[in-house]
Antibody, heavy 122, light 108 residues
Framework: EVQLLESGGGLVQPGGSLRLSCAAS????????MSWVRQAPGKGLEWVSA????????YYADSVKGRFTMSRDNSKNTLYLQMNSLRAEDTAVYYC???????????????WGQGTLVTVSS | EIVMTQSPATLSVSPGERATLSCRAS??????LAWYQQKPGQAPRLLIY???TRVTGIPARFSGSGSGTEFTLTISSLQSEDFAVYCC??????????FGQGTKVEIK
């Protein structure tokens, strides 16, 4: 059974940093590109970042480019999102998501974690 | 960036009735469109990909259609468990991969 378990969320002041983790199991993690998707309170889904199966390629939404860094450790089956210079508008539930097919051209998600809440507030 | 626009924002439907949800892309996404269902406090659930292919285990009352810029999700006879938010996502042109803002299907 595929499982994605996020952790690391919490309350942080504007300008602060946080690192999210996503522990994956039930599939060959190293074979899949992965993604982070967020959802602000009462809002729709927003794609945040994606990383190739090897970690050699990453993509970011313009809203987080230069502030967030996505990485992975295939030996630990774990995904990371380092978030720096956090802003109030980064407040959201952050989901890690697995694509059904590991291809940028078919990048939609068949498994999602339960999400971890990040609140940016003073 | 392709903008996905869903309508209506809220759809009030009685159980047993048909619900028709619309998703429009700002430019063609071919058939590279997925639909998700999300219930309060839960992660999204993939329903349909390729605009019209149901995920294994998704009931046949859910159907998707369309291509290019206009897409429809139809729920033929709403069950109590279908009241939720539905959103579309394009994966034709990236990055970014973009989502619609969602349609809430509520009990009339």
């Amino acid at each position: 059974e595929v499982q994605l378990l996020e952790s690391g969320g919490g309350l942080v002041q504007p300008g602060g940093s946080l690192r999210l983790s996503c522990a994956a199991s039930g599939f060959t993690f190293s074979s899949y590109a992965m993604s982070w998707v967020r959802q602000a309170p009462g809002k729709g889904l927003e794609w945040v970042s994606a990383i190739s199966s090897s970690g050699g390629s990453t993509y970011y939404a313009d809203s987080v480019k230069g502030r967030f860094t996505m990485s992975r450790d295939n030996s630990k089956n774990t995904l990371y999102l380092q978030m720096n210079s956090l802003r109030a508008e980064d407040t959201a539930v952050y989901y890690c998501a697995k694509p059904r097919i590991s291809s940028w051209y078919s990048f939609y998600f068949d498994y999602w974690g339960q999400g971890t809440l990040v609140t940016v507030s003073s | 960036e392709i903008v996905m626009t869903q309508s209506p924002a809220t759809l009030s439907v009685s159980p047993g009735e048909r619900a028709t949800l619309s998703c429009r892309a700002s430019q063609s996404v071919s058939s590279n469109l997925a639909w998700y269902q999300q219930k309060p406090g839960q992660a999204p659930r993939l329903l349909i990909y390729g605009a019209s292919t149901r995920v294994t285990g998704i009931p046949a009352r859910f159907s998707g259609s369309g291509s290019g810029t206009e897409f429809t999700l139809t729920i033929s006879s709403l069950q109590s468990e279908d009241f939720a938010v539905y959103c579309c996502q394009q994966y034709n042109d990236w990055p970014p991969w973009t989502f619609g803002q969602g349609t809430k299907v509520e009990i009339k």
